[in-house]
């Protein structure tokens, strides 16, 4: 499995966290099992070759390219055959920054392509006959630049926000957010749903998780991890770490993972 991350030009860097390939050499007899967890970024992906679809309950179920929407959940995949994908990391505003969508409508879905109008299906065609990651990446790029807004319809003080919840890491109260915002609470809970698509509850636990997950020292203990993340009790982070990734911690930081690649 090759994974590789490119930057967005600067025009497209307010909207767009990054662009990646992923290639994978794969048979009935070797599968590859990619886990996606928890996450509050929607994405953009197309495949380029090869099948690359969604374990179900133990079932395969097809998985055409389509946006992978910020979701509560894990998910998992599965490629049988020789696969090459190509996907776009929107910041939390982008679909409605190029799309003119809440992220609310796609919460916890994975949509096909249609739904975005914008002659989004023809653009699947030009990018598996591409030469290179890098033309695909060009032709992806030129496609966004031409919806982009001309002027952001997310506001200033809720990308700021945004933006303050996630440099926290999670760890806020809703009501020092909704301060720091200059908004009431059951406006920042309006706006987090129509930006994010997420309650800035749910929000704040992801990234949290998250944040627990990346903390780099090896030699910690789940009881210093918690704490180090936020986490009140240990007991709140299994909890969230069983919601998010479908592993206990000690499972995911002793490296019990069974078959599954993991993307974060």
């Not at 290179?132 to 200033?156: D, Q, V």
Request: charge should be positive.
């Amino acid at each position: 499995m090759q994974l590789q991350f490119y930057m967005p030009c600067v025009a497209l860097s307010p909207v767009v966290q990054f662009f990646w390939t992923i290639e994978i050499d794969a048979c009935d007899k070797h599968p590859f099992i990619q886990r996606c967890l928890a996450h509050t970024a929607p994405e953009l992906i197309f495949h380029c070759q090869g099948r690359f679809d969604r374990l179900d309950a133990g079932e395969a179920v097809c998985f055409t390219s389509g946006v992978q929407a910020q979701a509560q959940t894990y998910r998992r995949f599965i490629a049988t055959q020789k696969t090459t994908l190509l996907g776009v990391r929107f910041r939390h505003h982008g679909l409605k920054e190029i799309f003119g969508i809440d992220a609310s409508e796609f919460t916890g879905g994975m949509p096909e392509l249609h739904v975005l109008g914008n002659n989004a299906g023809e653009i699947e065609d030009k990018l598996a006959s591409a030469p290179s990651h890098k033309k695909r990446i060009e032709i992806l790029s030129h496609y966004l630049l031409g919806l982009l807004r001309k002027s952001s319809t997310t506001s200033r003080a809720t990308l700021a926000t945004i933006t303050h919840l996630l440099k926290n890491n999670g760890t806020l109260s809703i009501a020092s957010l909704a301060s720091f915002g200059c908004m009431g609470e059951r406006q920042l809970e309006r706006v987090f749903l129509q930006t994010t698509g997420m309650s800035p509850k749910l929000f704040s636990r992801i990234t949290r998780f998250r944040h627990a997950i990346n903390i780099s020292a090896e030699s910690l203990s789940l009881t210093a991890r918690a704490a180090d993340a936020g986490y009140y009790d240990q007991s709140h982070f299994i909890r969230d770490f069983k919601t998010f990734s479908g592993y206990n911690p000690h499972e995911y930081f002793c490296g019990e993972l069974g078959p599954d690649h993991f993307t974060i």
